[in-house]
């Protein structure tokens, strides 16, 4: 059965049937088949392998014929709707979700500006949320990922959304001097949800603490040398009793725990301003770090975002110690290899930098001073500015290329694995049987399978023991001779098997297709207990072939016109029950 609804629900199924095949079903049961003119040789072209059948008789039908008719209708209309819907006729594939990309930056920039037009592999939008830090909530779940709410101040409105983001760009200090803000928590969350950021999230971990970066710095000095790497001195103090034992030499510059942006630095003269600093750093309750005082000429600034390099000389006029507060020339310098040997070698700490700047100071004893190392949250300066906001938006959708690439392969990978390991662990199927029967018809009507009716034919005649019987009488009537000496010794009334002893030339002659067929029937019923619905319909199928091939002699055209009616109006008993 499950093989016929398949084979129905197919839709070249309905498109091959022979002509005339819906409405012969409507034919009356009281003709059993139909003889064409005497005249009109037969014809055995395929295009003929149904009767005609005249419009009279298409009109006058039965209830029952109707009921076949109107069922078969329905089950083409059906077949043929599922083939449309069925993916033949479907439309295109629907568009693909963008990728959030979250902007951790102030409303000065709009990088939604920037990143608009630009796809992730050619194929996906990109979709732009930028907060700061203070707006930020986020919630992260070991298989959900990471849930970000923000609760943004747009045109003096308050609004609240939540996204799902697959990159973070980092363009703000995650703790904050200016504000007093600890916002390390987020960078934990994203960590926590797995959501890859540039730079890294450990990188940005690590910039929270300048001593912690400083460390890498230090380590640097020690492989390059300080001709290479001209690294300032610097004392680092866990708490400021640790200040009170081991002052430095003066005049000095103390900084006091995440200082940055010229924030939390303090130049210290002598002793007594030291002790005075270490009290601040007690009331802080916070580390502290202090270095030699450089008389600077001018400070440079190396930065590099991807492969694009630029150096920056910048030069105080308003004549304060800190060259980055106050008014300050700035001017662009040629990028030297000393500078690039600095950044590059910075660039390989904690993973991988992809955005970073090196600070220096030239003083005026001409020489040059690493003093600092900054992250992606480092201000871009110079006239060059809005070409460099470009050049990290390249390079953001350059790596969500790569991640979401090596995704897809993972997930490939991973779907050959389970697939191999599926046909390692199934046992081998055994190859499918051929059909047999009406299930054989339905592929000889279809034209699936070389033989047509007759091969259909001889496969129920070998299997079936009527057509075996069939064939014997058929064989003893070829001779004349023998069939009167049938006659003779076994009378009108006796049975057609053979006796015991005796020989097939003693059996009774051939009664007529109906009687042969209706005894045929009635003995398989009483032997055979009762079958569904799919083995009803091969006896009964199996039958009136038996009967069609006991009758008088007809054309094969007319064998192959019996049976397709047949094999329909048993379908249309099978499916109307």
Same mark, same amino acid.
């Given at each position: 059965?499950?093989?016929?609804?398949?084979?129905? +629900?197919?839709?070249?199924?309905?498109?091959?049937?022979?002509?005339?095949?819906?409405?012969?079903?409507?034919?009356?049961?009281?003709? $059993?088949?139909?003889?064409?003119?005497?005249?009109?040789?037969? +014809?055995?072209?395929? $295009?003929?392998?149904?009767?005609?059948?005249?419009?009279?008789?298409?009109?006058?039908?039965?209830?029952?014929?109707?009921?076949?008719?109107?069922?078969?209708?329905?089950?083409?209309?059906?077949?043929?709707?599922?083939?449309?819907?069925?993916?033949?006729?479907?439309?295109?594939?629907?568009?693909?979700?963008?990728?959030?990309?979250?902007?951790?930056? !102030?409303?000065?920039?709009?990088?939604?500006?920037?990143?608009?037009?630009?796809?992730?592999?050619?194929?996906?939008?990109?979709?732009?949320?930028?907060?700061?830090?203070?707006?930020?909530?986020?919630?992260?779940?070991?298989?959900?990922?990471?849930?970000?709410?923000?609760?943004?101040?747009?045109?003096?409105?308050?609004?609240?959304?939540?996204?799902?983001?697959?990159?973070?760009?980092?363009?703000?200090?995650?703790?904050?001097?200016?504000?007093?803000?600890?916002?390390?928590?987020?960078?934990?969350?994203?960590?926590?949800?797995?959501?890859?950021?540039?730079?890294?999230?450990?990188?940005?971990?690590?910039?929270?603490?300048?001593?912690?970066?400083? +460390?890498?710095?230090?380590?640097?000095?020690?492989?390059?040398?300080?001709?290479?790497?001209?690294?300032?001195?610097?004392?680092?103090?866990?708490?400021?009793?640790?200040?009170?034992?081991?002052?430095?030499?003066?005049?000095?510059?103390?900084?006091?725990?995440?200082?940055?942006?010229?924030?939390?630095?303090?130049?210290?003269?002598?002793?007594? $301003?030291?002790?005075?600093?270490?009290?601040?750093?007690?009331?802080?309750?916070?580390?502290?770090? +202090?270095?030699?005082?450089? $008389?600077?000429?001018?400070?440079?600034?190396?930065?590099?975002?991807?492969?694009?390099?630029?150096?920056?000389?910048?030069?105080?006029?308003?004549?304060?110690?800190?060259?980055?507060?106050?008014?300050?020339?700035?001017?662009?310098?040629?990028?030297?290899?000393?500078?690039?040997?600095?950044?590059?070698?910075?660039?390989?700490?904690?993973?991988?930098?992809?955005?970073?700047?090196?600070?220096?100071?030239?003083?005026?004893?001409?020489?040059?001073?690493?003093?600092?190392?900054? !992250?992606?949250?480092?201000?871009?300066?110079?006239?060059?500015?809005?070409?460099?906001?470009?050049?990290?938006?390249?390079?953001?959708?350059?790596?969500?290329?790569?991640?979401?690439?090596?995704?897809?392969?993972?997930?490939?990978?991973?779907?050959?694995?389970?697939?191999?390991?599926?046909?390692?662990?199934?046992?081998?199927?055994?190859?499918?049987?051929?059909?047999?029967?009406?299930?054989?018809?339905?592929?000889?009507?279809?034209?699936?399978?070389?033989?047509?009716?007759?091969?259909?034919?001889?496969?129920?005649?070998?299997?079936?023991?009527?057509?075996?019987?069939?064939?014997?009488?058929?064989? !003893?009537?070829?001779?004349?001779?023998?069939?009167?000496?049938?006659?003779?010794?076994?009378?009108?009334?006796?049975?057609?098997?053979?006796?015991?002893?005796?020989?097939?030339?003693?059996?009774?002659?051939?009664?007529?297709?109906?009687?042969?067929?209706?005894?045929?029937?009635?003995?398989?019923?009483?032997?055979?207990?009762?079958?569904?619905?799919?083995?009803?319909?091969?006896?009964?199928?199996?039958?009136?072939?038996?009967?069609?091939?006991?009758?008088?002699?007809?054309?094969?055209?007319?064998?192959?016109?019996?049976?397709?009616?047949?094999?329909?109006?048993?379908?249309?008993?099978?499916?109307?029950?």
């Amino acid at each position: 059965m499950n093989f016929l609804r398949r084979r129905l +629900s197919d839709s070249n199924f309905m498109a091959n049937l022979p002509n005339g095949y819906m409405m012969d079903l409507q034919r009356p049961e009281d003709q $059993d088949q139909v003889v064409p003119p005497a005249s009109a040789p037969a +014809s055995t072209s395929p $295009d003929h392998r149904a009767p005609q059948i005249q419009p009279q008789s298409a009109q006058s039908t039965t209830p029952s014929s109707s009921t076949s008719g109107g069922f078969f209708s329905s089950l083409s209309q059906a077949v043929k709707h599922t083939s449309v819907f069925g993916g033949h006729g479907s439309s295109g594939p629907a568009s693909k979700k963008p990728k959030v990309l979250l902007v951790i930056d !102030d409303s000065k920039t709009e990088w939604a500006k920037i990143f608009h037009g630009k796809k992730v592999l050619e194929d996906f939008d990109i979709r732009v949320e930028q907060a700061e830090f203070s707006e930020l909530n986020l919630a992260a779940y070991v298989d959900g990922g990471c849930i970000v709410d923000l609760q943004l101040v747009r045109n003096n409105t308050k609004v609240v959304r939540s996204i799902k983001p697959d990159f973070v760009l980092i363009r703000q200090h995650a703790l904050n001097m200016a504000s007093g803000q600890d916002n390390r928590g987020i960078l934990l969350g994203l960590q926590y949800g797995g959501v890859p950021s540039m730079n890294s999230l450990q990188a940005a971990c690590a910039f929270c603490d300048k001593p912690w970066v400083f +460390s890498q710095l230090v380590e640097m000095y020690k492989q390059l040398g300080a001709e290479k790497f001209p690294l300032i001195e610097q004392t680092f103090y866990s708490s400021h009793h640790a200040m009170q034992t081991t002052p430095p030499s003066f005049p000095a510059v103390v900084k006091i725990g995440h200082a940055h942006a010229g924030m939390g630095k303090v130049k210290v003269e002598n002793a007594q $301003d030291f002790e005075d600093t270490a009290g601040l750093v007690a009331l802080a309750k916070t580390y502290a770090t +202090s270095e030699p005082f450089v $008389d600077s000429k001018y400070d440079i600034r190396i930065q590099k975002i991807g492969q694009n390099y630029k150096a920056y000389m910048r030069t105080s006029i308003c004549g304060s110690w800190k060259a980055n507060t106050g008014s300050a020339m700035l001017e662009q310098i040629a990028m030297v290899e000393r500078y690039k040997l600095w950044v590059d070698t910075c660039a390989n700490i904690f993973g991988g930098l992809d955005i970073c700047a090196v600070k220096a100071v030239h003083g005026k004893d001409g020489k040059d001073y690493i003093i600092e190392l900054m !992250d992606s949250a480092m201000p871009l300066m110079g006239e060059h500015r809005d070409e460099d906001k470009q050049q990290i938006a390249e390079l953001v959708i350059g790596r969500m290329n790569e991640l979401l690439s090596a995704h897809e392969e993972v997930r490939e990978d991973q779907a050959q694995a389970g697939a191999k390991a599926g046909a390692q662990a199934s046992p081998v199927q055994a190859p499918m049987q051929q059909p047999q029967g009406c299930l054989q018809y339905i592929l000889d009507c279809n034209g699936s399978s070389e033989g047509g009716i007759q091969k259909g034919a001889a496969a129920q005649t070998k299997s079936s023991p009527i057509h075996a019987t069939d064939s014997v009488m058929t064989k !003893d009537q070829q001779s004349p001779a023998k069939g009167s000496a049938q006659t003779a010794q076994n009378p009108p009334g006796s049975s057609g098997a053979p006796q015991k002893g005796s020989s097939p030339k003693t059996q009774q002659p051939r009664p007529s297709k109906r009687r042969s067929g209706s005894s045929a029937s009635s003995s398989e019923q009483k032997s055979q207990p009762q079958l569904n619905k799919s083995q009803s319909l091969t006896s009964t199928l199996s039958t009136r072939e038996s009967g069609a091939g006991i009758g008088q002699a007809s054309t094969p055209e007319e064998t192959k016109a019996e049976s397709i009616r047949s094999l329909r109006m048993s379908f249309a008993s099978l499916f109307s029950d």
